[in-house]
């Protein structure tokens, strides 16, 4: 298998109050909701760096896609990375999904590799890791 991951599809609960999170709250790009005209396909598409897309889908929806039961969100089987190039830059988007209604769920601080971190669980349970590495520093486009 080629590494080829261009879609990071998100199970949410509301998909409305999603969109408003990451797209005014965290300020993430987006056309908005799309697909509403198909039955199970309304979906919310943002664009991230590198060509990456972040979706945004009911979880009932992708439920009924894949034909398994709806299941609560755990948020310790998966984290978000979201790697920023300067060390305050954590605190800010921090701050920003906090007021967006983000649940802070370590404060950021200093990490064991020299690097600043705090984690924040997102309106629908996923978990989210803000971290400034000085060895592993995002490129800025």
Do not use: C
Request: hydrophobic share 40%.
């Amino acid at each position: 298998m080629r590494a080829r991951i261009s879609v990071l599809t998100l199970g949410v609960a509301d998909l409305e109050r999603s969109v408003r999170f990451y797209r005014d709250g965290l300020g993430l790009p987006t056309k908005g909701i799309v697909g509403q005209e198909f039955e199970h396909g309304a979906v919310a598409f943002f664009d991230l760096s590198g060509g990456l897309k972040l979706a945004l889908w009911a979880q009932v929806d992708i439920a009924h896609d894949t034909g398994l039961p709806m299941q609560p969100v755990s948020p310790t089987a998966v984290t978000i990375g979201h790697n920023v190039t300067r060390r305050q830059e954590v605190d800010e988007v921090m701050a920003a999904a906090s007021r967006a209604g983000a649940t802070v769920i370590k404060s950021a601080q200093d990490t064991f590799y020299g690097g600043y971190a705090g984690y924040f669980r997102d309106p629908n349970g996923h978990l989210w890791e803000i971290v400034w590495n000085p060895d592993l520093l995002p490129s800025e486009d």
